[in-house]
């Protein structure tokens, strides 16, 4: 029999925090990219996290620019597998909902249903699935929501107003509003699209927006919520100080210092 872990629910979770007037902080990290990969995720929880993003480590990720690959290079080289990020997740009392990042060859190889029931049974709130499109996205998103794990979808700025409205309607937990055509890294100024697309998801959903991708200072991040985004995603500016070496304790003063301004502005 296997034991399931007392999961947070995503959205509601998220919706409640907004609601209150908090602006959501979305934290990322590399599952199995060193050995004090899970007190990382403890740090950022106990620093102001809303939800914690884990990526499950994959050869080939299309979205991912050189600082999450790197995480992901040393994942994979240390032996990190879907499973092992997985068993470690069910160890884990964060205090906040867990959402996995990972692209469908990890999902397909298993069948969907049984890596939905994977997330869930080690206390998975929810998913990103980057390289499903919506229009093929179907088999995964029943099976998903049969496991009562949220697909969170992603809505980029070169989506037209009728596509946005159609992947808002889908998407569960959060609607992950893409900033910029292009992959994941640090970037010194804030894309233009960054704030025109967290104007435009508000305006089509009631649905939690988070804008990600390029989010890379405090100041960035108030200056995306001062748009109408809710909250925002932080990877690569987190990630780039545990691959230099620095402690666990590192990635909860990164997100301390994202929260404190976000609660300040």
């Not at 929880?45 to 080939?60: K, L, M, N, Q, T």
């Amino acid at each position: 029999m296997v034991d399931v872990v007392e999961r947070l629910p995503l959205e509601a979770t998220l919706r409640t925090a907004r609601d209150r007037g908090r602006k959501l902080l979305v934290p990322y990290v590399t599952g199995g990219m060193d050995e004090g990969w899970t007190d990382s995720l403890r740090a950022m929880a106990d620093a102001g996290a809303d939800a914690i993003e884990v990526g499950i480590p994959f050869s080939d990720p299309v979205m991912d620019g050189p600082t999450i690959q790197e995480t992901s290079s040393r994942a994979l080289a240390r032996g990190t597998t879907p499973a092992s990020v997985l068993t470690e997740l069910k160890s884990i009392d964060a205090g906040v909902p867990l959402v996995v990042m990972t692209y469908y060859n990890l999902v397909y190889r298993p069948g969907e249903a049984r890596f939905a029931q994977w997330l869930a049974d080690a206390g998975v709130s929810g998913a990103i699935v980057p390289d499903i499109p919506l229009e093929e996205a179907g088999t995964w998103c029943e099976a998903a929501d049969a496991a009562a794990v949220d697909t969170v979808l992603l809505a980029a700025p070169t989506a037209d107003d009728a596509r946005l409205e159609r992947i808002c309607a889908r998407s569960r937990g959060f609607v992950y509003g893409v900033s910029l055509v292009g992959i994941t890294g640090e970037r010194t100024t804030l894309a233009a699209t960054a704030t025109a697309i967290a104007r435009r998801l508000k305006a089509v959903t009631d649905t939690p927006v988070i804008i990600g991708i390029g989010i890379s200072t405090p100041a960035q991040a108030v200056e995306v919520c001062e748009a109408g985004a809710d909250g925002v995603v932080v990877a690569s500016a987190i990630m780039r100080r545990l691959l230099a070496g620095e402690p666990p304790e590192a990635a909860g003063d990164a997100v301390a210092e994202l929260r404190a301004a976000l609660d300040a502005g």
